[in-house]
């Protein structure tokens, strides 16, 4: 009796998804479908073994941001599996993120046979190239259906899409063809699981020709920096495998100490805050003018650049020799131009430059870099004391004031996430040394606010208690990610700064808008009640009406251990007011009190 497709297609599931565990996927996400259904089946059986963690979402954009949480926050590749159709084109904001900010995410996508296509069926599109553009890495079975693939090809197929989502950090796509009958009955499922093979499956040779090499490395010429020369250091966010930042952390160590230059360094640099000559209030030194008075030095730049404008307009000047070192991503990361890159990590680049580095010259020639740390750092010490002043008088909740108060407030253990737009900015102006307290997340990669509530809880899953701060429009904007709080593994405390709609674009310089309404195309208010919606989720709440509330708010939050949400509320207009005057007063009180570089 022939053997029905729909057991050969259940047996081939599991085996691509026992080979996928076998080499170190551990999260699957798992979205409903019918042409899915064999994956399904199979993620299903081996959840139930305990040989993977099965997490389910009715949305696959929501599904594809959790699991980009998880890669963020492992370091280790998740797997989303879709149907077919527009299940797939979902896909793609998740996908532009995880290619632009390196993380490890495969795509498992079911789909039509080749019989099907280009004839009007259902469901039936191209698919196959909705995320080729962002992706590290494109494969597919064979195009007649699953069941026909051999286990050469199921080991090449699965092998080097690992490989290739794993070697550079990025989203890799596998399209599926899955012919009809799709579903096995209980007795194929039962024969497959007690251990069948088609006959022949296991007598296939694989040759190691079948598996190939994802990248070699090109050989690079390595650029110099004159250590004992004027310089500093600026680090973007971390963009290298999560196992690398420990390697990095300790170059950066090493390099300060033998040059003495200054650092300023993102939130999201995975810098640690008791690094040596780390300047906290950086941000504002920019926007102060204080830098233009530096006209001759090396910028060693790590990672892709960080968004302030300031400190983008400061580079672009002449009189600057930079080199840009990236972690293993050979794009060009350069937006400002002018820059050398090495693609082959800073911890590399060190380890090679101290074997090269001629003898150490008379340690006065050193001087003039610590000179410079020492002043930016007293500088540093000013604005510490003016923020604190300035912004704590009155107790009154603006988003500056969270952003230096939060991370006081917040355990040191616990990490943060935050999200595209104000909260981002804000901390990397007035949060000064809490920023480096303890580890922050964010995803500057297409800098969107795209799925921001669901990759808080993918990194929740992994890392446990942890806290995103959003604002209202980002978290209403995906919505369904409160939908994983059926997961007992996500514990996630929501800091929402309600400013009614997109109040970052108060800060834009728009002059007075001829025709049109200002608040409805920028701020774009919504009259959904925050509250209300976490609490049609079986969620708790907590509003805050001041800064002196804030502390036993987040003593309540974590005094529980499911995700809640805390919300407060500031006027965008005047916390925009409230910035433009800190930074008039920051140029006031340095000109009065220090004068200009050497």
């Avoid at 994956?39 to 599904?63: C, M």
């Avoid at 290298?240 to 990095?248: C, D, E, M, V, Y």
């Amino acid at each position: 009796m022939a053997i029905s497709i729909a057991r050969y297609n259940f047996f081939i599931s599991l085996e691509l998804l026992k080979t996928l565990v076998a080499k170190g996927v551990k999260y699957f996400v798992l979205c409903p479908g019918s042409r899915s259904g064999p994956l399904a089946l199979a993620a299903a059986s081996l959840s139930k073994r305990k040989e993977l963690t099965l997490i389910t979402s009715i949305d696959e954009r929501s599904a594809s941001f959790l699991a980009l949480g998880i890669s963020a926050a492992s370091g280790q590749v998740s797997c989303v599996i879709t149907t077919s159709g527009s299940a797939v084109a979902n896909l793609l904001p998740a996908a532009v993120e995880a290619d632009r900010s390196c993380h490890p995410l495969l795509f498992l996508t079911a789909d039509r046979p080749l019989r099907l296509k280009e004839c009007g069926a259902n469901q039936a599109v191209n698919q196959q190239d909705f995320l080729r553009s962002v992706c590290r890495h494109f494969d597919e079975s064979p195009k007649e259906g699953i069941h026909l693939i051999s286990r050469a090809r199921l080991t090449s197929l699965i092998g080097k899409s690992f490989e290739m989502a794993s070697e550079i950090p990025g989203p890799v796509h596998i399209n599926l063809a899955y012919e009809e009958p799709l579903h096995p009955c209980e007795i194929d499922q039962k024969t497959v699981l007690e251990g069948w093979f088609p006959e022949g499956f296991l007598k296939e040779k694989i040759t190691s020709d079948e598996i190939e090499n994802v990248k070699n490395f090109q050989s690079l010429k390595l650029p110099k920096l004159d250590p004992f020369s004027l310089g500093i250091i600026i680090i973007g966010p971390w963009r290298g495998k999560a196992k690398q930042l420990f390697s990095f952390r300790d170059a950066l160590k090493k390099w300060q100490e033998l040059t003495g230059w200054p650092i300023i360094a993102d939130p999201l640099s995975g810098v640690e805050n008791d690094q040596e000559g780390l300047i906290n209030h950086w941000d504002l030194l920019f926007s102060t003018g204080l830098f233009e008075e530096i006209k001759e030095i090396q910028v060693l730049r790590l990672g892709p650049i960080s968004p302030s404008k300031e400190l983008q307009t400061w580079l672009k000047k002449p009189g600057k020799v930079q080199l840009l070192i990236t972690e293993g991503d050979y794009r060009n990361l350069d937006p400002i131009g002018g820059s050398t890159q090495f693609s082959a990590g800073f911890s590399d680049w060190v380890d090679k430059m101290v074997e090269v580095i001629p003898q150490k010259p008379a340690i006065d020639q050193k001087i003039i870099s610590q000179k410079l740390t020492k002043k930016l750092i007293k500088y540093d010490l000013i604005i510490h004391n003016l923020l604190d002043k300035r912004l704590f008088k009155d107790g009154l909740i603006t988003e500056p004031a969270l952003a230096r108060l939060l991370p006081r407030l917040l355990p040191t253990s616990i990490p943060v996430m935050l999200a595209s737009s104000s909260p981002i900015r804000d901390w990397l102006s007035y949060s000064g040394e809490g920023a480096f307290l303890r580890r922050c997340f964010g995803f500057r990669g297409a800098s969107g606010i795209d799925g921001t509530l669901s990759i808080g809880m993918g990194l929740s899953i992994v890392m446990g208690r942890m806290v995103l701060i959003t604002g209202d429009l980002a978290l209403l904007h995906d919505t369904n990610g409160w939908l994983f709080s059926k997961d007992k593994n996500t514990s996630l405390i929501v800091i929402m700064i309600d400013n009614g709609g997109g109040g970052i674009f108060n800060q834009l310089n728009i002059d007075r808008i001829q025709e049109g309404d200002f608040e409805e195309i920028f701020l774009m208010p919504q009259q959904v009640c925050h509250l209300t919606l976490v609490k049609a989720y079986g969620l708790k709440y907590k509003q805050v009406a001041c800064l002196n509330d804030l502390e036993q708010a987040i003593e309540w939050s974590f005094s529980l251990s499911t995700n809640v949400l805390i919300r407060v509320c500031t006027n965008s207009f005047e916390d925009h007011t409230l910035r433009v005057s800190l930074s008039d007063d920051l140029k006031k009180t340095l000109s009065e009190n220090l004068s200009n570089f050497e």
